[in-house]
């Protein structure tokens, strides 16, 4: 049995007991989430939020890029977020690597240079600072003044806002 085959199992116990519900596809508290995919980082539990309540959107490092600008925008202009919070992390797999080395290892695996950034860091409190930047300078988002920072740090699970000077 494969770990998906598990988590379809899982699913199958968790669907028989729970009741059908249909929420809304807007989130009910105006909010998106960025952050990273790191999986020690459970968003809901550490937000205090439920099904139904926020947009979480994921990404290697919650970096701000072109497709997380593209969703953000069709979370405020289409389905009703107001309010944008960005979560890093401390001990982030982004900072253990840096952009042209492993620009370099995957151009020397597959012998083609990727076309994205990757877009490493060595200070999770900058880069919350230059992610708050690309957020509130984007034409796309409509409430640019409600976007803040924050650095989730994994071991005490408390949150320290950044801010831009």
Known sequence: MTIVDELLANNRIYASGSEPIHLDVRPSRQLAVVTCMDA??????????????????????????????????????????????????????????????????????????????????????????????????SEFILHRELVRGFVYDVDTHLLCEVTVA
């Open 40 to 137: 020690r980082i459970d968003v809901f539990a550490a937000l205090g939020l439920g099904d139904g309540e926020a947009h979480i959107l994921r990404n290697a490092g919650g970096v701000i890029t072109d497709d997380v600008i593209r969703s953000l925008a069709i979370s405020q202009r289409r389905l009703g977020t107001r309010e944008v919070m960005l979560v890093h992390h401390t001990d982030c797999g982004m900072q253990k690597l840096t952009d042209d080395g492993f620009r370099a290892e995957l151009q020397a695996a597959t012998g083609v240079a990727p076309a994205f950034a990757i877009e490493s860091f060595t200070d999770p409190e900058a880069d919350v600072r230059q992610s708050l930047l690309r957020v509130r300078r």
